[in-house]
Structure formats: C-alpha cells, structure tokens
C-alpha cells in the first residue's frame, strides 16, 4: 500500500520569498504523484503532475516540482511568492496499477504574509 | 473541460433527518465517483469509490447503512446521509475519474454539511 508524507503541516514566508512544500512517499509500485491547491471551503484543484518523462513538471502559474525516485519525494517549489498563493497544499500517490484511487498527505498551509 | 459540480453547496439540517448530496460531472463521462470526507484542517479522508451501475465500495470503518451512495449514470452520483446526528456535519467532496488512463481525479467544489 502506498502512503504520503509532506513533512511540514504550515510554512509561513514573506511574499516575493521562495518557498518549498515537501512530499515524500512511499510505494513498492511505480506511481503516478499530483500536487493539488485548496483555498478555503472549495474543492481541490490540481496544481501539477508527474506522469512520467521529465522529473520536473511545472505548473501555469509558477509552481515547480520535482520527482526523485531515488529519494522517493516530489517537493514543491516557487521562486517567489504571492499573496494569493496562500492555500492548503496536498500531496498525492497514485499507484499506476490501483485503478484511479488517489492516497493524499496531509496537507501544508502555506501562508503568504506582506 | 473535466467540470465537476457538487449540489448543494451548503446544507444546515435537524438531527435525525436525512441529507442527500449530488455530484455531476458536467463535460465527460465518469465510469468512477469518489466521495471524500474533509475535517477542518485535516486531509480528505475515502469513504467510498462507486462505478456506475454497480455497488459502491466503502473503505474500513465507513457505515454504509449510514452513507448511502448511487452511481446510476456516467455523470451523476448521490451521497445520501441518513439519520444525521452533529458528528457527521463536515466537508463532503466528491472526484470523478476514469477518463484518463492516469488516474487523475477531478473534484467537485464540496458540500458543508452543518447538523444542528
């Protein structure tokens, strides 16, 4: 069975500063990973996600990720940070043979702060 | 594309009455509907995966008896809370898959659930 662990529940940062969400997981099957954004009382909406190919995906809005099998993680990153950006973060597994079923972490609230 | 509505948005409901949730998916067809339960500030948690036209299936520690869920066409789903007591109000999100090999999921916007 696959597990998630994002090893920070908050991050605060100042706006402009970079930021790194951590995900790490755990799998004994190749896996699909996702990062999703949640603002407060709405769905998740996906951020990124690796599928296979290159190990760093990027996200429209300047989000990065980037898949270390050896490590087995698939930290966040931005450069620099918005106000808006403040959200609850959550990490992802997929197992490529578990048909759809997502196992989520649980979660980072990135705080964004001017 | 790949929209996935939830109905209602909110509901405040009496103890001991029963709720029911919908989730369509707008633009595709969903051969699989997940519903997920949301404590505030805490990870979504499985309840149920539902394939359309067959039973759902719950994850451990689920009442099914409690959490009815029908998946009857490829667009929509229905979570069904019986008899809800204060216990059950929290955050309902539902996911539609199966359109991509992939596995991705995309969510519904969620239901708060208050019960008084």
């Known amino acids: 069975a696959q597990s998630v662990t994002q090893l920070d529940s908050q991050v605060p940062v100042f706006e402009e500063a970079p930021v790194e969400l951590r995900c790490n997981y755990s799998s004994s099957v190749s896996v699909y990973l996702f990062w999703y954004v949640q603002y407060p009382n709405q769905g998740l909406q996906l951020l990124l996600k690796y599928l296979s190919g290159s190990t760093l995906v990027e996200s429209i809005n300047g989000f990065e990720a980037e898949f270390n099998k050896s490590q087995t993680s698939f930290h966040l990153r931005k450069p620099s940070v918005h106000i808006s950006d403040t959200a609850e973060y959550f990490c992802?597994?997929?197992?490529?043979?578990?048909?759809?079923?997502?196992?989520f972490g649980e979660g980072t609230q990135l705080t964004v702060n001017p | 594309g790949a929209v996935v509505s939830q109905h209602p948005s909110r509901v405040i409901c009496k103890s001991g009455t029963s709720v029911k949730i919908e989730c369509r998916s707008l633009d595709f067809q969903a051969t699989t509907m997940f519903w997920y339960r949301q404590f505030p500030k805490q990870s979504l948690m499985l309840m149920a995966t539902s394939n359309e036209g067959s039973k759902a299936t719950y994850e451990q520690g689920v009442e099914k008896d409690k959490f009815l869920i029908n998946h009857a066409s490829l667009t929509l789903s229905t979570l069904t809370v019986t008899s809800a007591h204060p216990e059950d109000s929290s955050f309902y999100i539902c996911?539609?898959?199966?359109?991509?090999?992939?596995?991705?999921?995309?969510f519904g916007p969620g239901t708060r659930l208050t019960v008084l």
């Open positions: 996911s539609a898959g199966g359109l991509f090999s992939y596995n991705e999921q995309f």
């Open positions: 992802a597994v997929s197992e490529k043979t578990s048909g759809s079923r997502l196992t």
